[in-house]
């Protein structure tokens, strides 16, 4: 059973473009969430998403963010008109569905390092 | 609203010395509590996690946690550190009923082996 899968690793963007970061989450999971780890901080939550269905998009950024998580294929994270503040590492996390959810845990992939030049 | 603090960004220990990291959490509500471990490059890889149970926790890597309601901490231990140990350390609560949602993460601490 692979992990959480992440692609890019790395992505460079220039300012004004888009990144899209993609992750399949682990078979049978059916709940993905969304980090951001600035350089020197903790992990920051962003969205959380069920398929095809945003849970909880509290952290996300009002403004060129957003997330999807289709039916078929990995969910994504879109950031429009990147700029340099966006440069960080955006870590994906799956986990099963669970209604007690104490013996689950989320599991995180290896993140996508985005840098805007 | 929840929140995590670590105290110490870099902590360094000597190589079987104990390890002793710190977590301090603050919750209105009864918290679920996680350690993750992140090594250079990499995801982040769960430790332990207290939901409630039992208040000493024990994880993998003979690492162990002791929830305080008390003293609203919950600090990481294991008695004596390996090099293989060197890596980042984050606390982490979360208020959801499942336990997983919306982790709020503490700073993150440094651990540093000395051989």
């Known amino acids: 059973n692979a992990g959480v899968m992440q692609n890019p690793r790395h992505l460079v963007r220039r300012r004004g473009q888009e990144a899209r970061l993609r992750c399949s989450p682990m078979?049978?999971?059916?709940?993905v969430y969304w980090y951001r780890q600035l350089p020197e901080e903790g992990l920051k939550f962003m969205v959380y998403?069920?398929?095809?269905?945003?849970?909880?998009e509290s952290g996300m950024p009002k403004e060129r963010f957003s997330a999807e998580f289709p039916k078929e294929g990995p969910s994504i994270l879109r950031i429009q008109q990147v700029v340099r503040g966006d440069s960080a590492a955006y870590f994906c996390?799956?986990?099963?569905?669970?209604?007690?959810?104490?013996?689950?845990?989320?599991?995180f992939g290896q993140g996508t390092r985005l840098t805007v030049v | 609203a929840q929140s995590v603090t670590q105290l110490g960004s870099h902590v360094s220990v000597s190589e079987g010395a104990l390890v002793l990291l710190r977590c301090n959490y603050s919750s209105s509500v009864p918290p679920y509590l996680f350690w993750y471990v992140q090594y250079p490059n990499q995801g982040l890889q769960l430790l332990l996690k207290?939901?409630?149970?039992?208040?000493l926790v024990k994880g993998i890597n003979g690492f162990e946690a002791e929830f305080k309601k008390s003293e609203t901490s919950f600090h990481l231990t294991k008695p004596s550190a390996h090099m293989s140990d060197a890596a980042e350390y984050f606390c982490?609560?979360?208020?959801?009923?499942?336990?997983?949602?919306?982790?709020?993460f503490g700073t993150g601490t440094r651990l540093t082996i000395i051989p």
């Open positions: 996390a799956s986990s099963p569905f669970d209604r007690q959810g104490l013996d689950t845990e989320a599991f």
């Open positions: 998403l069920q398929k095809e269905n945003i849970i909880d």
């Open positions: 982490a609560v979360s208020l959801s009923n499942f336990g997983n949602e919306k982790l709020t």
């Open positions: 078979k049978g999971h059916s709940h």
């Open positions: 207290y939901t409630s149970a039992a208040t």
